[in-house]
C-alpha cells in the first residue's frame, strides 16, 4: 500500500498564475479530505469529499479555490489567480468513508509546497 | 466550540527522558481524538487514536496517550526519549462529523 500520494511535492507559480495539486487516495478508501498547512494558521480544513460527492466545504475560500473529485482515484484542488498569501503546504487525506456517525481514521499524503512569487 | 487546545507550544527534553505532550479538548460529548508526528518535510503520521473505551491507548514507537473525561484531557506521553523523536506532534479532535481539528502543534526539541 503506498499509502496517499500527492503530486507535485513542490511547486512554484508566478503571482496570478493557476496552480492544480492532485491527490491519489489509499485504493479502497472512499473519502478523501483537503487541509492547508501554515506557520500563522496551522492546519486548515478546506473541504472532504464522500464517494467522489462534496460533503463538506465549509474551509474553502469562496473566491479562486475549487476542488473536485473526477473518480475514485484522484482528487484534485484548483487555485486560479494565484496570490503569494496562498504559498503553503497543502495536504490530502484518505479515509475510509464512515456515514452515520461513524468516525474512522485519516491518513495523510506527504503534501504539495505551493510558493507564490 | 469544539476545540483542542496544546497550551505548549515549544518542548525541549533530553534525550532518555521522559516527555508529556499537553492537549484540552472542549465538546460537550465523547470526542474522539487523535495524536499525530509530523517530521520534517513530511506528512502526517498517526501515533495513535482515542475511540471510546479504554482510557489509555498505546501507540507506535513507545507513545501513549491517556484520555481524562474529568479533566477534558488526552496528553501524549513516552517514557524515554529518542532523537528521532525530534518533530511536531499534533493533537486532534473528530467530532460527529469526519473532518479532524487540529491543535497548533507542539515542536520538541532533543537535547543530547
Known amino acids: 500500500n503506498a499509502g496517499v500520494i500527492q503530486t507535485p511535492r513542490h511547486k512554484v507559480t508566478g503571482k496570478g498564475q493557476e496552480a492544480t495539486l492532485w491527490c491519489e487516495p489509499i485504493s479502497g478508501h472512499s473519502a478523501v479530505f483537503w487541509y492547508r498547512q501554515t506557520i500563522v494558521q496551522g492546519l486548515e480544513f478546506l473541504t472532504y469529499f464522500r464517494n467522489q460527492a462534496p460533503i463538506d466545504d465549509s474551509g474553502m475560500p469562496k473566491e479562486r479555490f475549487s476542488a473536485q473529485m473526477p473518480n475514485q482515484s484522484h482528487s484534485t484542488l484548483k487555485i486560479q489567480s494565484t496570490q503569494p498569501q496562498d504559498s503553503a503546504v497543502y495536504l490530502c487525506a484518505s479515509s475510509l468513508g464512515g456515514t452515520g456517525g461513524v468516525r474512522k481514521t485519516l491518513y495523510f499524503g506527504s503534501g504539495t509546497r505551493l510558493t507564490v512569487l | 466550540a469544539q476545540s483542542v487546545t496544546q497550551p505548549d507550544a515549544r518542548v525541549t527534553v533530553s534525550e532518555g527522558a521522559s516527555l508529556q505532550l499537553r492537549c484540552k479538548y472542549s465538546?460537550?460529548?465523547?470526542?474522539?481524538l487523535f495524536w499525530y508526528v509530523q517530521y520534517p518535510r513530511q506528512g502526517l503520521q498517526l501515533l495513535l487514536k482515542?475511540?471510546?473505551?479504554?482510557?489509555v491507548v498505546q501507540g507506535v514507537n513507545g507513545f501513549e496517550a491517556e484520555f481524562s473525561k474529568s479533566n477534558s484531557s488526552f496528553h501524549l506521553r513516552k517514557a524515554s526519549v529518542h532523537w528521532s523523536d525530534w518533530a511536531v506532534y499534533f493533537c486532534a479532535f473528530q467530532g460527529t462529523g469526519s473532518k479532524l481539528s487540529f491543535g497548533k502543534g507542539a515542536k520538541l526539541t532533543v537535547s543530547p
Open positions: 482515542y475511540y471510546p473505551g479504554d482510557p
Open positions: 465538546y460537550f460529548g465523547t470526542p474522539y
